[in-house]
């Protein structure tokens, strides 16, 4: 995704804007991977004040997840706004300033738009409010089907309950 702003280096002042649907592959967060379902939507406006670029936008598009409770997959809109500036230099020199570097005539956003994904996508999410996750005994999706372990540690309080009926039953016998 590249700007071409030779125009705007002329015209000092004026504000531009661009559009971009551009298709993002998944992106590795040590271990863990970000799909999206569908082309990043990106709107950027963008001036030049002579110095250097300000811009900004709104990134917008949909993230494939998996659900922290149930592991089920679910779509999940992910938008962020933003603003930065580029300013003509070294990436080093940019990266102090906490800008980003453009050279010749051209805002490159690829490296933003990265950055803005890895600091500001959810990693964790359900599927819905009240997933009920997975049974820890079975291993069911509860929010499917119903198991018989839950009412297991009800039995297991009445056992020794249960156990002394038995010996009493047992004594009446002898
Ligand atoms: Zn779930
Ligand atoms: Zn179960």
Not at 59 to 67: A, I, R
Not at 79 to 95: D, M, N, Q
Not at 134 to 141: A, K, R
């Amino acid at each position: 995704m590249k700007i071409n702003v030779s125009s705007e280096l002329k015209s000092a002042g004026r504000t531009s804007g661009r559009h971009f649907e551009e298709e993002w592959g998944p992106v590795d967060l040590g271990g863990h991977k970000l799909v999206f379902t569908m082309p990043l939507s990106i709107d950027i406006s963008y001036v030049f004040d002579g110095e250097g670029f300000n811009t900004k936008g709104v990134l917008n598009s949909e993230l494939l997840m998996n659900c922290t409770k149930c592991n089920s997959e679910f779509k999940q809109p992910f938008s962020v706004e933003f603003s930065e500036r580029f300013i003509k230099a070294t990436e080093e020199e940019a990266e102090e300033l906490e800008c980003y570097a453009y050279s010749g005539e051209e805002l490159d956003l690829d490296r933003p738009v990265l950055d803005l994904i890895v600091l500001n996508a959810p990693i964790y999410g359900l599927c819905r409010l009240d997933c009920k996750g997975l049974c820890p005994e079975c291993g069911c999706d509860l929010n499917i089907t119903k198991c018989g372990c839950s009412a297991k540690p009800v039995n297991e309080k009445l056992a020794p309950l249960t156990e002394l009926a038995r010996m009493l039953k047992d004594e009446e016998e002898v």
